[in-house]
């Protein structure tokens, strides 16, 4: 699976956008897949992640009621929603699949459990 990350850009605070993760190969259907972000100097940071059961979603505290994570299976794409976009919400953001079809909830928001990485693409907000 090769995953093709696209959306980002400069925004105003308060302003919103939508990022989407293509994905190629057939298993996209059965894993698990997120969202996560990092700036220089820091760890990745969790920030969103989709079930492939029951599309599920996870939110980390930081994006919830601002950023929505959906699947849409038919086109292998993952998308995430960005409102209220604040400063501290520029970054590189990736997208991700996980290593297996098994991951248990508590750890979808640790970046070991994904083993595909999209190239990132990078928003900026300005404030």
């Known amino acids: 699976v090769q995953l093709q990350a696209s959306g980002g850009g400069s925004v105003q605070a308060g302003g919103s956008l939508r990022l989407s993760c293509a994905a190629s190969?057939?298993?996209?259907?059965?894993?698990?897949m997120a969202w996560f972000r990092q700036v220089p100097g820091k760890d990745r940071e969790f920030v969103a992640a989709?079930?492939?059961?029951?599309?599920?979603?996870l939110h980390a505290d930081s994006v919830k009621g601002r950023f929505t994570i959906s699947r849409d299976n038919a086109k292998n794409t993952v998308y995430l929603q960005m409102n209220s976009l604040k400063f501290e919400d520029t970054a590189v953001y990736y997208c991700?699949?996980?290593?297996?079809?098994?991951?248990?909830?508590?750890?979808?928001?640790?970046?070991?459990?994904?083993?595909?990485w999209g190239q990132g693409t990078l928003v900026t907000v300005s404030s």
């Open positions: 991700a699949k996980t290593r297996t079809s098994s991951v248990i909830l508590s750890e979808l928001g640790n970046p070991y459990q994904y083993d595909t």
């Open positions: 190969g057939p298993t996209f259907s059965h894993t698990d």
């Open positions: 989709v079930r492939w059961r029951n599309n599920v979603p």
